[in-house]
């Protein structure tokens, strides 16, 4: 797989989860089955939901830097040390899912793994390879 399409399959899951994290925040889907069922407070879950929108606005935001969407506001070596950060969060997150309570979060181990998987083919990639046609 090219990176550039690897970049474009992890920006639209990320797209998604945000959707997913603004349906938690607005509660139409009920917080207590998200972040292994510990929340127990709206403002639990305001604090944990807002902080998530903002890593995956992060997360996007780097990847259309690393795929020529954006004008680079940062150096190249700082994109790719931010990219290995969330390489060992996902692998991290993937592995605490699979303990989760409930079964959403379990199945989510699922798409950590292949935001790993899919970070991983990003980085490995020559800098030239990362241009999104």
């Keep these: 797989m090219k990176s550039g ?8 899951i990320v797209v998604a989860l945000t959707i997913f994290h603004f349906s938690i925040l607005f509660k139409i889907i009920p917080y207590e089955i998200t972040w292994g069922g510990r929340l127990k407070t709206d403002s639990e879950m305001y ?3 807002l902080i ?5 606005l ?7 830097i ?10 190249l ?3 790719n040390v931010i990219l290995w950060i969330f390489l060992i969060l996902f692998g991290l997150n993937t592995i605490g899912n699979l303990f989760a ?5 379990k199945s989510f181990s699922i798409l950590t793994l292949a935001l790993s998987i899919l970070i991983w083919i990003v980085l490995k990639a020559k800098d030239n390879e990362h241009t999104i046609e």
């Design 5 to 12: 399409t690897a970049i474009k399959i992890i920006l639209s």
């Design 47 to 49: 604090v944990f939901e």
């Design 52 to 56: 998530s929108i903002v890593i995956n």
């Design 58 to 64: 992060l997360l996007g935001t780097t990847l259309l």
């Design 66 to 75: 690393k795929g020529n969407y954006l004008k680079p506001i940062i150096r």
């Design 77 to 79: 070596s700082v994109v």
């Design 101 to 105: 309570e409930t079964a959403l979060e």
